[in-house]
């Protein structure tokens, strides 16, 4: 990318946070919604209760270790340092995310939620530096990571904190996650890139987490549909399926 397109690219990105800062400040504080917790399939398999939203948790690890051994065997996958540390993050995250979010489904409540958003907000914010280093700013991404991830971890701190004071504030986590997320179409718009003469890898991403959302909010209807596995189940696998892609993505760089 030349340097007149990343500087328009990190303005743009610049602006869509300090407008996403502004609209979460605006907003009143949001609780946790209890019936979060009422997840569709409560079926135990072999003594594990709610057994198919733990067991699609697997996935998770297993993806995590198969991205941080590529990154081990192949630091050639990356460009920069920066994006290096970004990926490694990432992958850590989503390595954890599958035990956090097991522990988590064999009992849901809030106290245990902790542990599953712990690492996912963790993830998120090496999936943003990952892809600043890449499009925007070795620098920027550099001095950006270890802060992004102290908001993180301090947004679901926040989050547990109030909630157990009884005025759960669910803002800073949702801009955590969601803030990186609304980060990957507008940075393909303003930065494509192809690789390989494949399409920009950030639309893969885009479409197995949009479907992964979509099962999550259509969690009873999927189940009632077939009977066999929930959305929410549905929505590890393709989460899972988005960090497995990037996996691939990043394996490519080594084979071509």
Not at 10 to 34: F, H, K, M
Request: a positive charge; charged letters at 15%; aromatic letters at 10%.
């Amino acid at each position: 990318m030349t340097e007149v397109a990343a500087a328009r690219t990190g303005r743009a990105l610049l602006a869509a946070l300090a407008l996403s800062l502004v609209v979460t400040a605006l907003l009143r504080p949001i609780p946790q919604d209890p019936a979060y917790h009422d997840f569709a399939d409560r079926r135990a398999w072999l003594g594990v209760p709610n057994a198919g939203d733990v067991l699609g948790n697997l996935a998770f690890p297993v993806v995590g270790l198969l991205g941080l051994l590529l990154l081990a065997r192949h630091p050639e996958a990356c460009r920069t340092a920066a994006e290096r540390a970004g990926w490694v993050v990432f992958f850590a995250g989503v390595l954890l995310t599958g035990f956090g979010s097991a522990f988590y489904h064999l009992a849901p409540d809030n106290e245990r939620l902790v542990w599953d958003r712990l690492p996912i907000a963790v993830a998120c914010q090496g999936l943003l530096a990952a892809l600043l280093a890449e499009r925007v700013s070795e620098r920027a991404a550099a001095r950006l990571l270890p802060v992004a991830v102290l908001f993180a971890l301090a947004s679901v701190w926040w989050w547990s904190r109030t909630e157990s004071a009884g005025a759960g504030d669910l803002r800073p986590y949702a801009l955590a996650q969601f803030g990186p997320a609304l980060a990957l179409p507008l940075v393909a718009l303003l930065a494509p890139r192809r690789e390989g003469g494949r399409r920009d890898w950030i639309w893969g991403v885009v479409l197995l987490y949009g479907a992964a959302k979509l099962c999550e909010t259509f969690d009873r209807a999927v189940f009632a549909a077939g009977g066999l596995l929930s959305g929410h189940t549905l929505k590890h696998l393709f989460a899972a399926a988005a960090a497995g892609f990037l996996v691939l993505v990043l394996r490519r760089r080594v084979t071509r």
